[in-house]
């Protein structure tokens, strides 16, 4: 594993990562079946989940300003009592993505899921048992670029949450702004997504008899300005206020790990205090996502494209941390916990580190 991680570099080929998929296919049982052919020009299948990936990426990325254009367009044509409807519909339901939201268990067991799993391919990987009449505190790391594995372990079915952790309901905190998009709000609340705010986290935190999971991507949308294969730099510092919104609850805290998901990705090189970094940072603060000048590969072909590379991720929850319930903590009681969870989080990170292609020599480093 060593000798494999160690042949990886910030700007290796796609043959290289292909080849270095196979060579691990003999290492971790069932990883051949699940990452499938290696030549997309000449694969069927590979085409085909690429086909499937690239239809789920054009929908979550191109849907949402197209939704708007239709809403607003539509009062302007002979179907402008769709909009009103629309708009009447979206006035009675206000409030229902800051109450725990509307999943859609037929959308969250779409069939899309799964070819999107099968593509990388994505495991969930369940290293303690998590009693359902708690509520917990999921952090989850690294953000990577697009997320992809808090998606598909968290806002679906088709890595079997529900079948390793029975009993416990999973809510994946995503930025607000995205539930002010008509029609697009709608399918964000259908796969369990909550706005990233702390009314909406209280709420599910406050529920009684327990079984609900509240996952924030911690970094958020800053952290994936560092996302790039073989790093793991996680933006955790500073970032406190999860620990105080768990202690508020007396929630146990819960550290995820996803190894994999900055593999995922290339991205144009942006330094701290290069002029691309401070427009990312400006752009950011002005529009509360960040804008990372990501690429990877193609449909058939492996130079260039929007499509991420089909890297295995293993998404491995750890134990979870005893948290005492306190309305009101001190900075030092969250400073502490903070510092607790930092080492719990390592310890994950390096107890599985080798099984998934990370040298020995590598560590996780807080900014």
Known sequence: MGQLGSKRNHSFSREVLDSSAHEWHSQIPGAGRALGAESAAVSFSTGRRDLHL???????????????VLFIGLFFTRFWLISVLYATWWLLDWDTPSKGGRRIHCIRNSIIWRHMKNYFPVTLV????????KNYVVGFHPHGVLVAGAFLNFCTEATGFSQLFPGLTPHMMMLTLWFRVPFFRDYLLS???????KDSASYVLRRWGGGNVLAIAVGGAQEALDARPGTFTLLLKNRKGFIRLAMEHGAPLVPVFSFGENELFDQVNNPEG?????????LQQIMGISLPLFHARGMFQYSFGLLPYRWPIFTVVGKPIKVEKKHNPSQEEVDRLHQTYIEELCKLFEEHKTKYNVPEDRHLEFI
Do not use: F, M, Y
């Open 126 to 133: 369940k290293t303690a048992e998590l009693d359902p009449s």
């Open 54 to 68: 690239h239809e789920v990426e054009a929908r979550s990325w191109k849907n949402r300003k197209r939704e708007r």
């Open 274 to 282: 290069s002029w691309l970094r401070r427009t990312q940072h400006c």
């Open 191 to 197: 796969g369990g997504l909550i706005p990233s705010d």
